[in-house]
């Protein structure tokens, strides 16, 4: 009887234990991100116009995913003030040879040579772009630790272990005026976070969503910033 | 209930049965020894440069139409068969119409003259590269294409003689299986060669020294 209080006892306890565990890593798997605006000129968008954000793939290291340039898009484009975004591919189509990697302009200087060809500055007024956004940057992953194994028998199967890694985004949005072919500033996301996914018996993963955490309040920013607020 | 197979007929199904499952089972183990073909696959768009106001013959050689580059393992079996040579065509067929007034395809160099045409383009693959992530230990699959542009006058006299390269890549993200990561990587180097192609095709030396009277 006295051993089957004990056994009792210990197994509440490895419960807490585990509950205060989650509990620590979910406020632990939290996201920092920190929003720097570096302004250099005036801004302003009509609801006739619209802007286009682009990746810059130049790199040999890396190259800006289209996936986080989709979704600071799509935020852009949601809510009461949403802003007219033309999608990458679509404008990278349309104006086809000019924005490939290796013949994008990489200045705000080089959109002046470019808007003399008629047949670019066709396509940009078709699609009514005021602003062009670079995005530029990446998200990298750092200090994997620990260790998952799984195990299956005759009786079942389950996980034992401890896994965790920190996430790091960096991107910057370089913003040019089209009309007046100039750069009107510049703004960087920078967010971290750290993941974990203790296992007992099931995998727990709790992930800091730090691409998703920067890609909003990029965008959010960026709203702000062309609508000159 | 009553049986409509007597024991001979059960015993010579249950023999082509086997004989199925066999010849499957050997389908099978080859299909995982053979080498993988990928066709590559793509669209590319209509540069946006104003036409030359020429008419220029494009001459696709079976080397270029038929062209197939084959991936080998560090033991040397066949790994991959990347065929390009129908891409390749679609590319040029493409661009060219964009770049110039009117684009004739010919079947054979030496009918020029009489198709009227005022310079005769032949593309070739020189070099053909792949890059994959278990041998670069890199994040992306990497394709790399060297070029011999070749252009001719309508007899066949030389006009222009160049070579341009090509590079794509596809990050790790994009790609569910090896095939569309190769895909991927070949269909982004033909986009970078038609961007390259159309905006710096009359800086090529001897095809602008060949344009200059012509633009006049």
């Known amino acids: 009887m006295a051993t089957n209080n004990t056994r009792a006892g210990l197994m509440r306890t490895g419960y807490y234990l585990i509950v205060m565990l989650i509990v620590g890593m979910s406020l632990g798997a939290c996201t920092t991100t920190t929003i720097d605006e570096f302004r250099q000129g005036d801004t302003g968008i009509d609801s006739s116009e619209s802007i286009v954000i682009l990746g810059r793939r130049q790199g040999a290291a890396y190259s800006t995913h289209a996936d986080f340039v989709e979704c600071v898009g799509n935020r852009m484009g949601r809510g009461n003030d949403a802003i007219t975004v033309v999608p990458e591919q679509v404008f990278v189509d349309a104006l086809f040879p000019w924005f490939e990697p290796r013949t994008a302009p990489m200045r705000s200087e080089d959109l002046q040579q470019l808007m003399a060809q008629p047949l670019v500055t066709d396509k940009m007024s078709e699609f009514g772009i005021r602003y062009m956004v670079w995005l530029d940057g990446q998200t990298e992953t750092s200090n994997r630790m620990g260790s998952i194994s799984c195990a299956v028998g005759p009786g079942g199967g389950g996980c034992f272990g401890f896994g965790s890694w920190e996430d790091d985004s960096n991107y910057e949005a370089r913003v040019w005026d089209v009309s007046s072919h100039t750069s009107v500033g510049t703004i960087s996301a920078d967010a971290s976070g750290q993941s974990y996914v203790p296992a007992v018996f099931v995998p727990i993963p709790l992930i800091a969503r730090v691409e998703a955490n920067a890609c909003n309040n990029l965008a959010d920013q960026l709203k702000q910033f062309v609508k000159g607020d | ?216």
């Not at chain 2, 946006?48 to 580059?69: D, K, R």
């Not at chain 2, 066949?78 to 891409?87: K, M, T």
């Not at chain 2, 003689?161 to 890549?169: E, L, N, P, Q, R």
Request: proline share 6%.
């Open chain 2, 1 to 216: 209930m009553r049986s409509d197979f007597n024991p001979v007929q059960i015993s010579m199904l249950r023999r082509h049965a086997r004989a199925f499952v066999l010849l499957l089972g050997a389908v099978v183990v080859l299909n995982a020894c053979a080498a993988r073909t990928v066709d590559i696959e793509g669209t590319y768009p209509s540069p946006n440069i104003p036409p030359l106001p020429l008419t220029l013959g494009v001459y696709y050689s079976e080397a270029l139409q038929n062209f197939v580059y084959t991936e080998r393992s560090d033991a040397g079996k066949d790994e991959y068969l990347v065929n390009s040579g129908s891409s390749h065509m679609e590319l040029f067929n493409t661009v060219l119409p964009a770049m110039f007034q009117q684009v004739v395809v010919l079947d054979d160099p030496a009918m020029a003259n009489e198709r009227g045409v005022d310079a005769v383009f032949i593309p070739n693959i020189d070099e053909f590269q792949l890059g994959m992530p278990q041998k670069t230990r890199l994040d992306s699959y990497e394709v790399w294409i060297k070029y011999n542009m070749r252009m001719t006058a309508p007899d066949g006299d030389y006009i222009a003689d160049w070579v341009m390269t090509a590079y794509g890549k596809t990050g790790q993200e994009t790609f569910g299986s090896a095939e569309g990561g190769i895909n991927d990587a070949a269909v982004a180097a033909l986009r970078d060669l038609a961007s390259n192609f159309s905006i710096s095709f009359t800086s090529v030396p001897d095809v602008r020294d060949w344009l200059q009277p012509r633009l006049q």
